[in-house]
């Protein structure tokens, strides 16, 4: 069998496919895949978690892995991207947490080995005794069409079940709003999560925090998210 020389091609006649013989003179060069990297953040509750994910998801090459809980205050934001791009998105939501009154912590890892990315991105669990798993990570049908989409989201956390759940009933009765869900994280904390235009879910979050206020219940705290990103909305209920 003959030998193609200068790195050409040669044709198999009996098969019809094309092999490379051998390989004389440089390969041609191409630019290095960017490394991979991960951001960890630890927000104190849900809902300043939620809204600091949705300021990284809209900081550009990121990936939200999903939120962690450790069955308490505490939740943990995963991202991955270049080291970067993880760190401009970490620090912008961790100063975000901060303002808001949380409390928040970050580290980047930058080119993770194998096998903390795999345990980074391990599924949820779920914990019988206290009925909910310990990740939210994105769902392939969530909050995803255009009407959901452009809805603003309210989220209004407390500590106790009894001001949360009427809470949430106040809230639907004073606005054209759409319950999303209810998320437990542990430790009592529970966030009630609506949805509708802005007006609306600005109405709604105003009933409900005054109607904590007004039964003693423990508020977290309530606030409004306008543009949520997609990849925010794949984090909840459906």
């Known amino acids: 069998a003959s030998v ?9 006649s009996r098969r019809g496919d094309c ?17 991979t990297s991960l ?26 892995i999903g939120i962690e809980s450790a069955d308490g205050a505490p939740q943990c934001i995963k991202l991955a991207g270049t080291a970067a791009a ?29 096998e903390t ?12 005794l206290l009925g909910l798993y310990d990740a939210r990570t994105p769902r392939e049908q969530s909050m ?19 001001a949360a759940l009427h809470a949430t009933d106040e809230m639907l009765k004073a606005a054209a709003v759409h319950l999303v869900g209810k998320e437990k994280i542990g430790a009592a904390y529970v966030t009630i999560i609506v949805r509708g235009d802005v007006a609306a879910v600005q109405v709604a979050i105003a009933a409900g925090r005054a109607t904590v206020e007004r039964l003693g219940g423990k508020l977290i705290m309530a606030d409004v998210i306008t543009r949520p990103h997609p990849e925010l909305a794949a984090l909840l209920p459906a």
């Open 39 to 64: 951001a960890l953040l630890e927000i104190g509750n849900l809902t300043p978690a939620l809204l600091a994910a949705d300021r990284c998801a809209k900081a550009a090459g990121v990936e939200i």
């Open 86 to 114: 993880v760190r401009q998105a970490a620090e912008s939501a961790v100063a975000l947490a901060r303002q808001m009154g949380a409390s928040a912590t970050m580290a980047v890892i930058a080119g993770p080995r194998e």
């Open 144 to 162: 995803r069409n255009s009407e959901r989409n452009s809805d603003a989201l309210g989220l209004l956390e407390t500590q106790g079940l009894v």
């Open 4 to 12: 193609a020389r200068s790195g050409q091609h040669r044709q198999d």
């Open 117 to 128: 990315e795999k345990l980074s991105r391990q599924p949820p669990v779920f914990n019988p």
């Open 19 to 35: 092999r490379i013989a051998t390989y004389c003179g440089p390969l041609e060069t191409t630019e290095p895949l960017p490394v």
